[in-house]
């Protein structure tokens, strides 16, 4: 239940203890934007967010999604930038990690949520034995024909 409903949290973190395949999220000096814009697409580059595929030392390459694009074979293509940053490119650096306190906290108000609603539902009932309670039968449908063809 908590990769379904997950909060997540960021924390910073050096930039060479990042294993590959962590995902992370930057923030990139106005240079480094300028020369990521072009790969990714985007004038809005100053804060990436993607998974890390190498990473030497600080200097690291990031996958970082850049849209998608209809297929006819499959539903929707999910495209990818490679995006390469060296350690001086970047202003913070943070590494996202699943908060466990909150999503506890999360799911446990989702399950009181439901209970309360089933409860509620139970409660209310779906009928009555009380006469009087039910509602009336609707009237009943006279069909009268006005010109008939018969062949």
């Known amino acids: 239940m908590p990769l379904v409903i997950g909060c997540y949290t960021y924390t910073s973190i050096d930039p060479a203890a990042v294993p ?5 999220r930057t923030r990139i000096t106005g240079a480094a934007s300028d020369r990521v814009a072009p790969l990714i697409g985007s004038f809005e580059t100053r804060v990436l967010v993607g998974n ?6 600080g ?8 849209g998608s694009m209809p297929n006819v074979v499959t539903d929707v293509v999910h495209l990818h930038a490679r995006v390469p940053l060296a350690a001086g490119d ?3 650096f943070e590494q996202r990690k ?4 909150r ?3 999360l799911a446990g108000a989702i399950v009181a949520g439901l209970g309360l609603a089933v ?9 009555s034995s009380e006469e009087g309670k039910q509602p009336p039968e609707p ?6 024909p006005i010109l008939r063809f018969h062949f």
């Open 90 to 92: 970047m202003v913070s």
């Open 52 to 57: 890390v595929v190498e990473n030497n030392a």
């Open 139 to 144: 009237p009943s449908i006279t069909r009268i």
């Open 119 to 127: 409860s509620a539902a139970l409660h209310a009932g779906g009928g």
């Open 98 to 101: 699943l908060d466990v306190p």
């Open 20 to 24: 590959a395949g962590s995902e992370v």
């Open 59 to 66: 200097a690291m390459v990031l996958e970082v999604p850049t």
């Open 103 to 105: 999503t506890s906290i």
